[in-house]
């Protein structure tokens, strides 16, 4: 049993039985909490994709800032133990968690002062609007999709088996220098990498591949039912790095949600807005014949049905969650976002007629052409639909992104953010039936600056702090 911490997978349904004799051992670090990562439908892909190779056994590491135990949670191996680090990163304060991992491990140096072994690779979704903050501290880096560049590097490690110097080590990595999919930092021209698009998603099921109590969707089967989105908001950077809008095949899905209801009756269906599946009434219909307890990530107010509302609330959700940005019509409309407040309050007074009880609104201050009046619309809105239903609100603020219409816009200065964060505190306070968060200032900069960061970064950061 895991030194890390047994309880985990004491709670865990259909864990990995491990193989042995494997020639390659892969350490899947998640640079956050278990809770986390055991979340992110992208680590059961990972941790499948490496684990459905003989050739490799996959053990999952995360990161606890508390307990400071850097141990493979399957079998308490230390993470020197491993031939190969593969880092998970979905947020872009968790590279400091990354270098921290490395810091610990004596790792965090340059390719040619670290020793050869473990490689140090990095993958996720930070990778694909930026890939280049870590370059001088991995030897390869996934960009955009990893379904079919994991089996790449699998092929390619058994046709380099022995990598036992510096020399071998390079030969290795520059046989992906002009792949599409990786960047290879001191070999690849970071100017012409191209992020790896999967064409046909059939071929690449992504479900939980483990159930368990410890996350955020509590023993929940996880299904990604579509990639990409269609809306083309000028803010989000979904549309410019996760390529075309592409919905899985319904029949494919059904099969994967049957081998869930084996391992527990709760279902998640996740996509960027999971209203917008083209058959979706139809989905929803298999898992209301099946009694699933149904659970959606983020629905789009232009899209979502009133037979979908109804679904779960049967199904016994009793929360949703959309994503107004801004409580202004104009602002919204601005943002290429075209939903009106008053769509917004009929969905949700029809999603109270049925039974669904709570509503999450997320919203972002600080955006391009944002007036005092659009930061108090936000209190307006939040207060005509606590009218209706509890509210939860979560205030973020607007990060420009590469590969977004907004990418060359400065963030807003951080005194008028702060204003703006504590008028909306003070307003917020005062109704009823609501509940907020709002988000860090100086992590939102710190993330702006990440976002845009090169491979130069992190050696002014040390220079200025510590890690």
């Not at 790896?196 to 998603?201: A, G, K, S, V």
């Not at 016994?316 to 407040?341: C, H, M, V, W």
């Not at 009218?387 to 973020?396: D, L, M, P, T, Y």
Request: proline letters at 4%.
């Amino acid at each position: 049993m895991s030194r890390y911490n047994s309880s985990y997978l004491a709670n865990e349904i259909n864990t990995l039985v491990l193989k042995r004799n494997a020639r390659f051992k892969i350490a899947l670090v998640y640079p956050n909490s278990y809770a986390i990562g055991m979340s992110n439908l992208g680590v059961h892909s990972v941790y499948d994709l490496f684990n459905q190779s003989l050739d490799v056994v996959c053990e999952r590491v995360f990161f606890d800032l508390k307990k400071k135990q850097l141990f493979s949670l399957e079998t308490g191996q230390a993470l020197k133990a491993f031939d190969i680090l593969a880092f998970s990163i979905s947020y872009e304060l968790d590279y400091f968690y990354v270098l921290k991992i490395l810091k610990d491990l004596d790792l965090l140096a340059p390719a040619e002062q670290r020793p050869v072994r473990p490689l140090l690779i990095s993958g996720g979704i930070v990778h694909s609007f930026n890939h280049r903050p870590l370059a001088k501290y991995c030897d390869l880096i996934f960009v955009g999709e990893a379904e079919e560049s994991i089996p790449l590097l699998i092929k390619r490690l058994c046709e380099f088996p022995n990598i036992n110097s510096l020399l071998k080590k390079n030969d290795f990595l520059k046989s992906f220098a002009d792949v599409d999919g990786f960047f290879v930092p001191g070999f690849s021209d970071p100017r012409a990498v191209k992020p790896c698009f999967i064409q046909d998603l059939n071929n690449f099921p992504v479900c939980s591949k483990i159930i368990t109590p410890d996350t955020e969707f509590s023993n929940t089967f996880l299904v990604e039912i579509s990639r990409g989105c269609p809306w083309n908001c000028k803010f989000c950077v979904t549309s410019g790095v996760c390529g075309s809008f592409r919905p899985r095949a319904i029949k494919l899905l059904i099969e994967q949600i049957e081998q869930g209801l084996k391992l527990t009756p709760k279902i998640g269906l996740v996509g960027a807005a999971v209203s917008d599946y083209p058959q979706i009434e139809e989905l929803v219909a298999f898992l209301r014949m099946k009694n699933a307890k149904i659970s959606v990530s983020s629905l789009r107010v232009e899209t979502v049905k009133h037979s979908l509302l109804k679904a779960l609330a049967q199904s016994g959700q009793n929360t949703i969650t959309f994503a107004p940005e801004t409580g202004s019509d104009r602002l919204r409309y601005f943002l290429n976002k075209k939903i009106s407040n008053k769509q917004i309050l009929e969905i949700i007074s029809a999603a109270n007629n049925l039974g669904i009880r709570k509503v999450k609104l997320y919203f972002m201050i600080g955006l391009l052409t944002e007036e005092a009046a659009d930061v108090l619309a936000i209190v307006r809105l939040v207060e005509a639909v606590s009218e209706i239903v509890f509210v939860k609100v979560s205030i973020g603020i607007f990060v420009p992104k590469p590969k977004t219409p907004f990418a060359d816009q400065l963030m807003e200065d951080k005194n008028i953010l702060f204003k703006k964060i504590k008028l909306l505190k003070a307003e917020l306070a005062l109704l009823n039936n609501v509940d907020f968060n709002t988000a860090n200032i100086k992590e939102a900069k710190i993330a702006h600056l990440l976002s845009f960061a090169d491979e130069n970064f992190f050696q002014g950061y040390f220079m200025k702090n510590s890690l």
